[in-house]
T-cell receptor
């Protein structure tokens, strides 16, 4: 079966430009998460969606970051007016909270480079 | 943001050796998880721990959930080349969905 997919796999942009990163979760998974992984670091939580509930945005580092999830499936993470410190790998994960352990399955990530 | 304290940051070992890494926190977590990340991939779950004091094995991997709920360790026995990668611990607090990650341990194996 298909896992979590993300696109693009790599994105190079100029400082000040906006970027959109896409995540396709595993079919049937109602929970979706975005994390950021800076070079040599662990993953940092950004935002969490669960069904039709209001998202948990507590990890978004600034108001330049936003995310939406349309139709309870695909999600888009948008970074406006990108800065060099936004360079990182952005990872998406999905889970099915009704499962016994609610395991989060990760996509391969989008590597963002801001020049 | 908050991160767990994971050590060592890197390990260089010979094939066949045993490996041990650990994670500590200043606060309590109700679930401890260990992930492995290969280059260009997302992390993959290795072991999940749900009870304080729990010791769980998955093949050559063994992990324990500390009795204080503030630490965990992962052991890998008889390492093989495919064990190369970055290992992350992660914690999850009661009622929370987000995971808090350690900084990772990069494992390199000399054949």
């Amino acid at each position: 079966g298909a896992g979590v997919s993300q696109s693009p796999s790599n994105k190079v942009t100029e400082k000040g430009k906006d970027v959109e990163l896409r995540c396709d979760p595993i079919s049937g998974h109602t929970a979706l998460y975005w994390y950021r992984q800076s070079l040599g670091q662990g993953l940092e939580f950004l935002i969490y969606f669960q069904g039709n509930s209001a998202p948990d945005k507590s990890g978004l580092p600034s108001d330049r970051f936003s995310a939406e999830r349309t139709g309870g499936s695909v999600s888009t993470l948008t970074i406006q007016r990108t800065q060099q410190e936004d360079s990182a790998v952005y990872l998406c994960a999905s889970s099915f909270p009704g499962s016994p352990y609610n395991e989060q399955f990760f996509g391969p990530g989008t590597r963002l480079t801001v020049l | 943001g908050q991160q767990l304290n994971q050590s060592p940051q890197s390990m260089f070992i010979q094939e066949g050796e045993d490996v041990s890494m650990n994670c500590t926190s200043s606060s309590i977590f109700n679930t401890w998880l260990w992930y492995k990340q290969d280059p260009g991939e997302g992390p993959v779950l290795l072991i999940a721990l749900y009870k304080a004091g729990e010791l769980t094995s998955n093949g050559r991997l063994t992990a324990q959930f500390g009795i204080t709920r503030k630490d965990s360790f992962l052991n890998i026995s008889a390492s093989i080349p495919s064990d190369v990668g970055i290992y992350f611990c992660a914690g999850q607090k009661q009622g929370a969905q987000k995971l808090v990650f350690g900084q990772g341990t990069r494992l390199t194996i000399n054949p």
